[in-house]
């Protein structure tokens, strides 16, 4: 393995190219990665990046996104067939019908869609800068969202808003057991839990932090009076949180009925098909020009109100 690691960062050098992969990865391909983040960090890493090549390690829309940020340069996915669960539950053509229903709303989407949906949007956000970027937003404003209901509802009941809500969600976050958490939470008494707002609001209600992958990195990181954390949120980010905190135990929320709380989307990027697709510069990703031309202006709106 470590000389398939010693192969992909020559590649790297050899070809200006820089590995960017999510939280949600598996360990080894975030210790192979040059840049390590969520969402909102990888389009704002690929914003910026003077590489001529990007390997997304992630699923398709982060690709996308890198893509429309960087028109201009090679962006390679290792792993094309990775989707996501929530891109998958809101179709271009589905929003387009939701919209024409309700003129008088602005949308306001998920990164975790198609180009094709952000094409029809008039601001992307991500579990980073939702709440922000909706709070900056006129409070008579009428707003669709999605598609991650859970995330809309939490950012509801924040705000107090009354946002019309797109029925889709996370089939890794969706799935946190309750009365497993709670079973933890009588186990580790003084451990706080940190959740995602992709969860439901039966697993939100008993959180002490709520936020992003990197909000609850970035919590625990500044805590370390905390000896132990539950967690709840996709398994991955458990390795940075180690790495962080050595000394802290971190424990992972089963999902319900004992199931796993890993995303099989996100583990299907490996080192051997990282350093396959970095080799051959293949499975390179492509966005239509004019989808491409609607979908960036929402993505810049998004980054500008972060």
Not at 98 to 111: G, L
Not at 117 to 145: G, Y
Not at 285 to 291: A, S, Y
Request: glycine share 4%; charged share 20%; hydrophobic share 40%.
């Amino acid at each position: 393995m470590n000389n398939i690691a010693e192969q992909i960062r020559q590649l790297c050098k050899e070809k200006n190219a820089i590995i960017m992969a999510h939280y949600y990865q598996r360990p080894d391909v975030q210790d192979v990665a040059d840049f390590v983040g969520d969402s909102l960090a990888l389009a704002q890493q690929a914003s910026k990046t003077d590489a001529g090549i990007i390997v997304m390690c992630g699923v398709h829309f982060m690709a996308e996104t890198a893509k429309i940020l960087c028109p201009d340069k090679k962006v390679l996915i290792p792993a094309p067939e990775a989707g996501c669960s929530l891109a998958d539950s809101c179709k271009a053509e589905d929003l387009a019908a939701w919209k024409a229903m309700h003129p008088d709303h602005m949308v306001v989407s998920y990164v975790n869609t198609s180009a094709a949906v952000k094409a029809l949007t008039d601001v992307v956000v991500t579990s980073s800068n939702a709440l922000k970027i909706v709070q900056q937003l006129p409070e008579d404003q009428l707003i669709l969202f999605g598609p991650d209901q859970n995330l809309g509802g939490y950012i509801n009941r924040m705000t107090g808003r009354k946002m019309d809500l797109w029925n889709g969600g996370c089939h890794v976050h969706a799935r946190f057991s309750e009365e497993a958490l709670l079973t933890l939470k009588a186990q580790y008494p003084n451990a706080p839990v940190l959740a995602h707002p992709e969860c439901k609001a039966t697993i939100l209600q008993h959180a002490d932090v709520i936020g992003s992958t990197q909000a609850l990195l970035n919590y625990a990181k500044a805590h370390p009076e905390h000896k132990s954390f539950l967690v709840v949120t996709e398994s991955g980010i458990l390795h940075e949180m180690q790495k962080a905190c050595p000394d802290v135990e971190f424990t992972s929320v089963p999902a319900e009925c004992g199931g796993c709380n890993e995303c099989e989307y996100m583990r299907m990027c490996t080192l051997q098909n990282l350093r396959d697709c970095l080799l051959n510069e293949n499975n390179e990703v492509t966005v239509n020009e004019e989808i491409a031309k609607d979908a960036i202006r929402p993505i810049q709106r998004m980054l500008e109100m972060s």
